[in-house]
C-alpha cells in the first residue's frame, strides 16, 4: 500500500478542485486495489460496497471539524449517503464505512445508534492512505468475531506472519547473543514455568515444527520454545491493543482513537508509546481501569536494548496491524460477548499438534454453559462464583452473561450490575497469558457498564495458583506470612507481615512506593522511611517487620539489578489479591489435566507439602500412587480456600478419578477435620468427543462442601451420556447446547464404591450393584499378577531366527520398533537359548476363550524374582552364557537407564527385570489384558522353545494374570471370568486401561471338584479353548455364561 501513497503525493499538489481530487484518489485506489469504484456524474461521493468517500477541494476543511466545509461533508453529505444506501441494500447502517477527503487531511465517520460519529482529522500521509485502502480492501466495518481475527491477524495473513516475523528476528538475536539480557531473562522465566515443552519426544517436536510458519534459527532443542514465546507474546500483544480499542470506543479516555492515533508516531514515538500506555497500563489506567495490564513477561519487544534495524522492522509489521484494528466495529460487541472469540483466536495461533502436547483443551462453549446448568445456583443474580483456573475466561464469561440477563429483567442500574459483577465474579490462572486473555474478555463484557458509570474499576482477574496460594490455611493464625514465586533462576522467596499481606489496600500502596525505589536502586532504610512517612507503616511496625521487608525489598532490587525490573511487584501483588478475595458459593471450571510427572521439577517440590496436606496422594506409590492429575488438587485446595460451607464446586474434570487407583485420595472426598467435599452428581461423557479433534475421558462433577459430619450419599446420581442413533460422538465445537443435547441420550445410572471407602466407583444401572452384592469383595484363594516389565522391549522380547545344534546356540533379532527408546536398528546375535520363555504380548494375543498369537515373540526373563538372592542367583546364571553375557553388554547403556530399574531395582545386576516371580513360570496361567474395550480371559499354558523344549509363557506388563499349578482350577477360574455377569461387574468398577488386579474387589468360589457343575463348567471351558471355528466357540461361551452364572448363584445361595 505504500505505493499507493507514493502516487498520490506526487500528484496530489496538482489537484485543486473536488473533482480533480476525486479523479486522482480513485484512479490510483483502482488500480492499486483492483477494485472499482461506483461514481455517479455531477455527486462528489463514490462507493465500493459499504466504503463511500466524500471528496472536497484541496484544503477545504481547512485542518478543522469545525469548518463548514467538513460539517457539510460528514453530516450532510456522508450522513445521507449513508442512511439511503443502507435502506437500498436492507443492511445496518453501523456496517457503513464513511470517509471524507479533501487531499490535505482524511476523517473516517461511521454510525451509531442512529446518529453519525466521526472520528480525529488525520493529515494526508502514508499512514492515514493505509486506513484508507485498508476500509476499501475490507469494504465494510470488520466486527470482532474470532473468524475475523483469525483472518486478519492468524498465521495466513500477511499481518500475522510479518509481525511475527519481526518477533523472531528479535528473539533470535537476544537469545544468542553473549551474556544475559533481560529478553534472554524473561524468555527462560517463562519457559520454565509456563512453556512446558521439554518432555516432547523427537517425532513429537518435529510434528510441531512443520506445523508452525515459521523456524527461528536457534538450537533445536530451543525452536519449540521459541516459537511458542513469539506466538504468545504476539497474541498478548494483539488482545492489548483490542481492548485499548474497546475502551477507546466508550471514550473513556483522552485518545478517542487509539490505535489511529499510534499510526501517527514516528518509530521512536511508537515504541515508547506502546511501553508507556500498553504494557505499563497507563492508557487504561487513565480510563480508570486499575491493574489491567500487568504481565511484563510479553512486553519483551519494546526492550530499548533492541538494535534500531530490528525495531524498524518490527514498527513498519506492527503499522498494518494498527491499521487493521482502527477499522473494527468496537460499538457493537454482541457477537464478541455471546462467545469467547479470543480462545478460538489462541486455537488458531497455536498449531493443534502443539496445544495437545501442552495439554491445552479449551472447554467448548456449550460444555461451559451445561457445567454452568450442573452448579444449580438458586440466584444467579447474588452467587458469587469463582473460577481457579479460568484460561481464557469462558466460564466468567457465561456467570456474566447469566447475571446480566437477571439485572436487565430486574431493572437493575448499570451502576448497580456493574458493582455486582466485580464484586461477584472472579478468576485466577496462574499463565500470565491466560489471564489477559480473560482480562479482554471480563472488558468486552462489562465496558458498556463501565463506561456508562464513570468510576475507576479493577478487574477481578488474577495471576494465582490455585493449589500453592498464600491465603492463609483454616485455623492458622501466624505473624508472617512466606511464599515462593519464580523458577530457579529468579526464585524469589516472599517474606510478609501477615497484617500487611492481608491488607489489600495497604499492600498496594506499600508496593508502589517500593517498586519507585527499585528502579532508583535505594536501600531499603530510604524506602522504609517513606514508608513510615506516608503512613503506611507505624513506627512500631516499621522496627517489628524491617527483617522481613527488607528480605523481600532487596530480593526484587537484586532481580532488577540483573535486568528483571518491572515485574515482581506487580506478581506479587496479584497473589496475594487472591488470599483476600473471601468465599465463593460456587467454584466452576476446567481446572487443567496434567499429570504429577509432567508438572516442572521445581513446582512440584513448592506444592507438594501443600497436597500431602489433603492426603490426596495414592497409598500404593507404584500403582499410579503420585501420578494423581493435577485437577485432583485443585479440587481441593480451592473448596478448602474459597468455597464457602454449602457451597458447590462444579469442575469439567478426567473421569478417571472416579475409578482410577491413583485417584484413592481424591475419593476420601475429605478436606480436613472439619470439612468434606461430597459428590453429588456426575457426568460422564468419555463416550462421546466434547473436545474437537481430542479422545479423553470428560466428566462433570457437582462437589459440596460441607461439615465433616455429613458423608457422601451412595449410590450417587450418575449420568452416562451417549450419542444418540445416526449421529456423530464428535461434538463440533460451535455446537449450542441445546443442538447438543438434542444429539445425546442421558441414561440414569448410579455410582457406589466397590468396596466401600475410597475404593474404585461402580457405575451401574439404578439396583444393579446390590444385585452383584455376593460377589463383592476380595478373594483369599486367588490374586491378579502383573506381567514382567522390562522397560526396554525391543531387546528383551526378540525374534528367533535361526538356531544350530551343534553349538546350542539361537540366533535372535532386536526389535527397535518396540518401545520408545532407540535401540539403533535392528540386529541379529547368537545367544544360548537358556533365558527364552515363550512370550505373551498383549490383549491382540488372545480373546474369551482364545489364544491367537500372531507372531511368536520370545522373551528374555534372567531371573526367577525380585529379592537379593535372586540377583545373586541371575548374576551367577548369566556368567555361564557367555553369548547371552555379551548380547547384554552390548546394551549396557541403555539397561542402566531404565525407568523402573532406577526406581526400584538399582541396587540389581543391570540386566534383570521387574515383576518376576515363582508365578511367572506357573504352567497354568488365566489370563487377562490391562487395555481393552471388552473383559476377557484365557487359559495360556506352554510353547516350544528352541533347542531347549516347551516352556510357559511369560506374560509382558500390558496383560495380568492368575497362576496356577492345577490345570483345572485354571479352566474354572477361566469360565468364571468370563460370564456376563462378571463381565459386567469388572467393567463398572474398572478403566479400560487400567484393568489389573480384578481379584482385589471380586469374589469367586474355590474350585470343588466334588461339584458337578464346577466339572463341568471346566470341561465346557477346555473345550472352547480347543475350538477350531469361531462359531463353535461362540456357542460353548453361551453354555459357560449361563453355567457360571449358576455357579455364582449356588455360590450366593450357599
Not at 220 to 239: E, W
Not at 463 to 479: C, H, I, M, N, R
Not at 874 to 890: E, G, M
Not at 941 to 949: I, K, N, S, Y
Request: aromatic fraction near 10%; include cysteine; hydrophobic fraction near 40%.
Amino acid at each position: 500500500m505504500s505505493d499507493l501513497y507514493v502516487k498520490l503525493a506526487k500528484d496530489n499538489p496538482n489537484w485543486a478542485n473536488e473533482e480533480e481530487v476525486r479523479k486522482g484518489w480513485l484512479k490510483h485506489i483502482e488500480n492499486s486495489l483492483g477494485i472499482t469504484f461506483h461514481a455517479e456524474r455531477g455527486r462528489n461521493d463514490a462507493s465500493y460496497n459499504q466504503v463511500i468517500i466524500e471528496f472536497k477541494d484541496r484544503g477545504l476543511f481547512k485542518g478543522s471539524t469545525t469548518s463548514a466545509a467538513f460539517k457539510e461533508a460528514v453530516f450532510d453529505r456522508l450522513d445521507k449517503y449513508i442512511r439511503r444506501r443502507a435502506k437500498d441494500e436492507g443492511l445496518p447502517e453501523e456496517d457503513y464505512i464513511g470517509i471524507a477527503i479533501d487531499g490535505m487531511h482524511i476523517c473516517f465517520a461511521f454510525m451509531k445508534a442512529g446518529e453519525i460519529t466521526h472520528r480525529n482529522l488525520l493529515p494526508f500521509n502514508e499512514a492515514s492512505v493505509d486506513l484508507v485502502a485498508q476500509a476499501c480492501a475490507d469494504s465494510k466495518r470488520r466486527a470482532v468475531t474470532s473468524d475475523n481475527l483469525v483472518e486478519d491477524f492468524g498465521h495466513k495473513g500477511e499481518i500475522g506472519r510479518t509481525a511475527m516475523a519481526a518477533l523472531v528476528a528479535i528473539l533470535e538475536r537476544q537469545l544468542t547473543a553473549p551474556g544475559n539480557n533481560k529478553i534472554k531473562l524473561l524468555f527462560v522465566e517463562w519457559r520454565t514455568l509456563f512453556g512446558q515443552v521439554a518432555d516432547l519426544s523427537k517425532a513429537q517436536a518435529a510434528e510441531i515444527r512443520k506445523h508452525i510458519p515459521f523456524s527461528p534459527k536457534l538450537p533445536l532443542a530451543d525452536v519449540v520454545s521459541a516459537s511458542l514465546f513469539v506466538i504468545h507474546s504476539y497474541n498478548a500483544f494483539v488482545m492489548k491493543l483490542l481492548a485499548a480499542e474497546i475502551v477507546a470506543q466508550y471514550r473513556l479516555t483522552a485518545f478517542p482513537d487509539f490505535c489511529e492515533h499510534l499510526l501517527s508516531y514516528d518509530d521512536a514515538g511508537l515504541l515508547h508509546a506502546l511501553d508507556v500506555e500498553v504494557e505499563r497500563g497507563a492508557f487504561f489506567e487513565a480510563a480508570r481501569i486499575k491493574g489491567f495490564v500487568e504481565e511484563a513477561v510479553f512486553s519483551w519487544y519494546v526492550d530499548g536494548g533492541i538494535p534500531e534495524k530490528e525495531r524498524a522492522d518490527l514498527c513498519a509489521a506492527i503499522r498494518p496491524l494498527l491499521t487493521q484494528l482502527a477499522l473494527y466495529r468496537m460499538d457493537d460487541l454482541t457477537a464478541a460477548r455471546s462467545r469467547d472469540v479470543l480462545k478460538t483466536f489462541y486455537q488458531a495461533l497455536v498449531p493443534e499438534t502443539l496445544r495437545k502436547a501442552l495439554g491445552e483443551f479449551y472447554t467448548p462453549d456449550w460444555l461451559v454453559d451445561v457445567a454452568c446448568d450442573r452448579a444449580e445456583i438458586a440466584d444467579w443474580s447474588t452467587a458469587r462464583v469463582l473460577d481457579p483456573t479460568c484460561g481464557s475466561g469462558s466460564f466468567l464469561l457465561e456467570a456474566i452473561r447469566r447475571k446480566r440477563r437477571l439485572a436487565e429483567a430486574a431493572g437493575r442500574s448499570p451502576a448497580e450490575t456493574l458493582a455486582g459483577l466485580l464484586n461477584q465474579v472472579w478468576g485466577f490462572d496462574l499463565n500470565p497469558l491466560a489471564v489477559q486473555a480473560a482480562r479482554v474478555n471480563f472488558l468486552i463484557a462489562v465496558a458498556d457498564l463501565v463506561a456508562s458509570v464513570g468510576i475507576e474499576v479493577e478487574l477481578p482477574v488474577l495471576l494465582a495458583d490455585a493449589v500453592y496460594s498464600p491465603a492463609q490455611q483454616p485455623g492458622k493464625d501466624e505473624d508472617y506470612v512466606e511464599y515462593g514465586i519464580g523458577s530457579a533462576q529468579a526464585n524469589l522467596n516472599i517474606r510478609l507481615p501477615a497484617a500487611l499481606a492481608f491488607d489489600r489496600v495497604r499492600l498496594d500502596a506499600a508496593f508502589v512506593v517500593m517498586h519507585a525505589a527499585v528502579q532508583q536502586e535505594d536501600p531499603y532504610t530510604t524506602v522504609e522511611q517513606q514508608l513510615v512517612t506516608m503512613g503506611l507503616l507505624q513506627s512500631e511496625e516499621a522496627i517489628e517487620w524491617r527483617a522481613a521487608l527488607t528480605s523481600t525489598y532487596d530480593q526484587i532490587l537484586e532481580l532488577h539489578r540483573q535486568a528483571w525490573n518491572g515485574i515482581w511487584f506487580r506478581v506479587v501483588r496479584n497473589f496475594f489479591w487472591s488470599a483476600v478475595a473471601g468465599e465463593f458459593d460456587a467454584v466452576v471450571g476446567n481446572p487443567p489435566w496434567v499429570r504429577w510427572s509432567n508438572l516442572p521439577e521445581e513446582y512440584r517440590e513448592r506444592i507438594k507439602p501443600t497436597c500431602e496436606r489433603y492426603t490426596i496422594f495414592s497409598e500404593t506409590p507404584y500403582h499410579g500412587g503420585n501420578e494423581l492429575d493435577i485437577s485432583g488438587m485443585i479440587t481441593y485446595t480451592v473448596a478448602d480456600k474459597w468455597l464457602k460451607n454449602g457451597g458447590a464446586l462444579v469442575f469439567v474434570i478426567t473421569q478417571t478419578h472416579f475409578q482410577s487407583p491413583s485417584s484413592q485420595g481424591f475419593r476420601s472426598f475429605r478436606i480436613d477435620q472439619d470439612s468434606n467435599l461430597i459428590p453429588e452428581r456426575v457426568d460422564d461423557l468419555k463416550l462421546l468427543k466434547p473436545f474437537s479433534k481430542v479422545a479423553n475421558k470428560t466428566a462433570i462433577v457437582r462437589m459440596r462442601k460441607v461439615s465433616s459430619d455429613i458423608l457422601t450419599a451412595y449410590p450417587v446420581p450418575y449420568a452416562v451420556w451417549e450419542k444418540n442413533t445416526g449421529t456423530s460422538g464428535s461434538i463440533p465445537e460451535a455446537e449450542t447446547k441445546a443442538a447438543v443435547l438434542a444429539r445425546v441420550t442421558q441414561k440414569a445410572w448410579e455410582a457406589t464404591p466397590v468396596d466401600g471407602g475410597n475404593s474404585p466407583w461402580a457405575i451401574l444401572p439404578p439396583g444393579r450393584f446390590q444385585d452383584m452384592a455376593n460377589i463383592q469383595g476380595k478373594s483369599d484363594w486367588i490374586a491378579g499378577r502383573k506381567g514382567i516389565t522390562t522397560d526396554l522391549n525391543g531387546v528383551y522380547m526378540v525374534r528367533v531366527i535361526a538356531e544350530n545344534a551343534q553349538t546350542g546356540l539361537v540366533q535372535v533379532e532386536t526389535r527397535p520398533e518396540a518401545g520408545k527408546t532407540d535401540i539403533g536398528p535392528a540386529r541379529t546375535f547368537w545367544i544360548e537359548p537358556t533365558l527364552l520363555y515363550p512370550l505373551l504380548k498383549g490383549a491382540a494375543d488372545f480373546s474369551a476363550c482364545h489364544v491367537h498369537i500372531n507372531e511368536q515373540l520370545y522373551v528374555l526373563v534372567p531371573n526367577t524374582g525380585i529379592n537379593k538372592a535372586d540377583y545373586i542367583e541371575a548374576d551367577r546364571v548369566l556368567n555361564q552364557l557367555p553369548q547371552t553375557k555379551r548380547y547384554f553388554q552390548h546394551f549396557q547403556a541403555l539397561l542402566g537407564r531404565r525407568s523402573t530399574y532406577r526406581q526400584r531395582q538399582s541396587n540389581a545386576p543391570s540386566h534383570v527385570v521387574y515383576n518376576a516371580g515363582a508365578y511367572t513360570f506357573a504352567p497354568y496361567k488365566v489370563v487377562w489384558a490391562e487395555l481393552s474395550n471388552t473383559f476377557e480371559a484365557a487359559v495360556v499354558t506352554d510353547a516350544e522353545v528352541p533347542l531347549v523344549g516347551r516352556r510357559p509363557f511369560v506374560p509382558d506388563h500390558k496383560v495380568y494374570f492368575a497362576d496356577f499349578d492345577d490345570e483345572d482350577e485354571a479352566y474354572f477360574v477361566a469360565g468364571t471370568l468370563n460370564s456376563s455377569l462378571i463381565q459386567e461387574y469388572v467393567e463398572s468398577h474398572t478403566i479400560q486401561i487400567q484393568v489389573s488386579n480384578i481379584f482385589k474387589h471380586l469374589r469367586i468360589p474355590t474350585y470343588d471338584r466334588e461339584n458337578i457343575d464346577h466339572q463341568s463348567l471346566v470341561r465346557l471351558t477346555n473345550k472352547a479353548h480347543a475350538a477350531v471355528t469361531s462359531q463353535e466357540r461362540q456357542g460353548l461361551l453361551a453354555e459357560i455364561d449361563e453355567l457360571a452364572d449358576r455357579v455364582l448363584i449356588s455360590k450366593i445361595e450357599a
